[in-house]
């Protein structure tokens, strides 16, 4: 029998700070990639180019509770790679027992930060979408995927996808 993974426990560090305690929920930055189709004669459907990651970006959204002075001194950040975040999650097989630990490294700059309602006695929260320029996912530390969009890196599973393109732009 088999059981999905799921996450047990998980943490949040910005900047090398712990969050312990303090972050509510992550929303993992999504993977996309701008496509675009084409259909030529003698095609029954579209092929589609991979043109690179998407407009969108790398987005990761965190909320926090309560009132964090931290991340409100990093609004504003000059460099675009200017705040890190590190996501640990233990991740376990009810079946087997197995834990697997996956460590998701970001860096970039807070795009929003919502201070969310505010009333007496009820509780209150920060909601923080930060814009990516670096991303590293890595389970049971083997390095999976890493994209770094300043240097035009993306390595996936050991494979640099990029290393032709930056040899033919004179990059290498």
Sequence with gaps: MALPRKLKNMLLFNDGGSYQGVIKTCTLPPLAR????????????????????????????????????QVLKQWGAIRADGVMLRFAGAYQDDA?????????????????????????????????????????????GEEVIEIDVLNFIELVDGKDLLAEHRKALGLI
């Design 34 to 69: 701008k496509m675009e189709a084409f259909r030529g004669g003698g095609m029954n459907g579209p092929a589609f180019a991979d043109l690179g990651l998407s407009d969108d970006g790398i987005k990761f959204e965190w909320k926090l509770g309560g009132l964090d002075l």
């Design 96 to 140: 087997t027992g197995e834990v697997v630990a996956v460590e998701i490294i970001v860096r970039g700059r807070h795009e929003t930060i919502e201070m969310g309602d505010a009333a007496p006695g009820e509780d209150t929260e920060h909601s923080v979408t930060t814009v990516c320029t670096y991303y590293k996912l890595s389970v049971n």
